[in-house]
């Protein structure tokens, strides 16, 4: 099954919003709410920033958030800050056999 | 906190079996609430679930992989293994244990990551 389509790369300037698109179908996130987007900076672990399309971890700035229209999920990055920038992974539970589905990966560039 | 770590070569023949073993320290292994889970990241490239396991032993695999992958728990040891077998360049990777809440939900908790290079 084909992977969650994210854009390759998004960027923009300190203090602005940012939102990442993550499109599936109805048999990954259009039919479910176990979207997650992870953070990954060079050379290190992902690591959760949203979770259940909305939720966020506790530790996690309130500057990210999540939400779902359709099949399709975004991650909204408020307020950017240098330290935002890095690779962010979308995934979505699916009904194939796959079972569990990640986006390509958008690398965020900050102005 | 609970912790993750992988260990194995970091280096495996074209055709061989990958192991790699990761060690769970800090909290409970054998909690009802989690999975364990593999992952791997392809120099460049974007994540790929390889398989599941919970701690009772039922498994959960990438179909893709299903044919090559075993993944097991020793929970004496508190750690689970991953072996995948006939192992070529397109292997190559960055391997990362982790624990999921559920089969396909959020990964809450990473090791840091291993590479494993395939060489011919």
């Known amino acids: 099954q084909s992977a969650l389509t994210q854009p390759a790369s998004v960027s923009g300037s300190p203090g602005q919003s940012i939102t990442i698109s993550c499109t599936g179908t109805?048999?990954?996130?259009?039919?479910?709410?176990?979207v997650s987007w992870y953070q990954q900076h060079p050379g290190k672990a992902p690591k959760l920033m949203i979770y259940d399309v909305s939720n966020r971890p506790s530790g996690v700035s309130n500057r990210f958030s999540g939400s779902k229209s359709g099949n399709t999920a975004s991650l909204t990055i408020s307020g950017l800050q240098a330290e935002d920038e890095a690779d962010y992974y979308c995934s979505s539970y699916t009904s194939s056999s796959t079972l569990e589905l990640f986006g390509g990966g958008t690398k965020l560039t900050v102005l | 906190q609970l912790q993750l770590q992988e260990s194995g070569p970091g280096l495996v023949k074209a055709s061989e079996t990958l192991s790699l073993t990761c060690s769970v320290s800090g909290g409970s292994f054998s909690s009802s609430r989690y999975y364990w889970g593999w992952l791997r990241q392809p120099p460049g490239k974007g994540l790929e679930w390889i398989g599941t396991i919970y701690y009772r032993g039922s498994t959960y695999y990438n179909p893709s992989l299903k044919s090559r992958v075993t993944i097991s728990v020793d929970t004496s040891k508190n750690q689970f293994s991953l072996k995948l077998s006939s192992v070529t360049a397109a292997d190559t990777a960055v391997y990362y244990c982790a624990r999921p809440t559920l089969v396909g939900a959020q990964i809450d908790i990473w090791g840091q990551g291993t590479r494993v290079t395939v060489s011919s």
């Open positions: 109805s048999s990954d996130v259009g039919g479910y709410n176990y």
